[in-house]
């Protein structure tokens, strides 16, 4: 069983940044994909970014390549989203998740993903 949690959210100005953590407790594989979804008011969930936990290579939405940064504190047990360049459109409640293992593909798939945080709200005013 895995346990994830999120926090950093908040809000925030257009343009401003905003840097999203995800606690990692419980028994994982040795390099889960580990991922972040987001989802606005009446719109389904959608993929942002994910990670391969001991390789670290990285996948992202198109919509955030650029703005956003994954990555990983393997000490820590700790996920990050650092989110710069921040818009409106970016408002949702982000949620971070993991995979039981690695996967090479499907990774942008929120089916794919076994376990999930409770999410934490990130407001963009403009």
């Known amino acids: 069983q895995v346990q994830l949690v999120e926090s950093g959210g908040g809000l925030v100005q257009a343009g401003g940044s905003l840097r999203l953590s995800c606690a990692v407790s419980?028994?994982?594989?040795?390099?889960?994909?580990m991922g972040w979804f987001r989802q606005a008011p009446g719109k389904e969930r959608e993929f942002v970014a994910a990670?391969?936990?001991?390789?670290?290579?990285?996948y992202y939405a198109d919509s955030v390549k650029g703005r956003f940064t994954i990555s990983r504190d393997i000490a820590k047990n700790t996920m990050y989203l650092q989110m710069n360049s921040l818009t409106p459109e970016d408002t949702a409640v982000y949620y971070c998740a993991a995979r039981g293992r690695y996967y090479a593909t499907d990774n942008d798939d929120s089916r794919q993903y076994k376990y999930w945080g409770q999410g934490t709200q990130v407001t963009v005013s403009s």
């Open positions: 419980g028994s994982t594989s040795s390099n889960p994909i």
């Open positions: 990670i391969s936990w001991s390789g670290g290579t990285t």
